[in-house]
């Protein structure tokens, strides 16, 4: 049984950093694209960043690009976001994913329905 579990979360002030981290439990998270989402309060959950097994490329929703990047260690099995120069609309809870799908794609890597497995989420808030 696959289990994803965040942390890292934290309040941190505007202009500052946090590393989330997205460890997998169960089977080897090595053959899975993970994808990280975001929800704020009283909006829907968006897709922030998510990165390829096959060959690590990434892909970032545009108003993180040069300011977040995602990574994974596979002999630890997680996934990581470092998220720098925050902003206060960073504020959400982050939930890291496991895509269902044989590939992840430009065109997919945002769609909820692809993905089988979520953690619980880790609270972010930015924030002087």
């Known amino acids: 049984q696959w289990q994803l579990v965040e942390s890292g979360g934290g309040l941190v002030q505007p202009g500052g950093s946090l590393r989330l981290s997205c460890a997998a439990s169960g089977v080897t998270s090595t053959y899975y694209d993970i994808a990280w989402f975001r929800q704020a309060p009283g909006k829907e959950r968006e897709g922030v960043s998510c990165?390829?097994?096959?060959?690590?490329?990434?892909f970032y929703t545009d108003c993180v690009k040069g300011r977040f990047t995602i990574s994974r260690d596979n002999a630890k099995n997680t996934v990581y976001l470092q998220m720098n120069s925050l902003k206060p609309e960073a504020t959400a809870v982050y939930y890291c994913?496991?895509?269902?799908?044989?590939?992840?794609?430009?065109?997919?890597?945002?769609?909820?329905?692809?993905?089988?497995?979520w953690g619980q989420g880790t609270q972010v808030t930015v924030s002087s």
């Open positions: 994913a496991r895509y269902r799908g044989s590939v992840l794609y430009r065109s997919t890597w945002r769609d909820r329905a692809m993905y089988d497995y």
């Open positions: 990165i390829r097994s096959s060959d690590g490329s990434t």
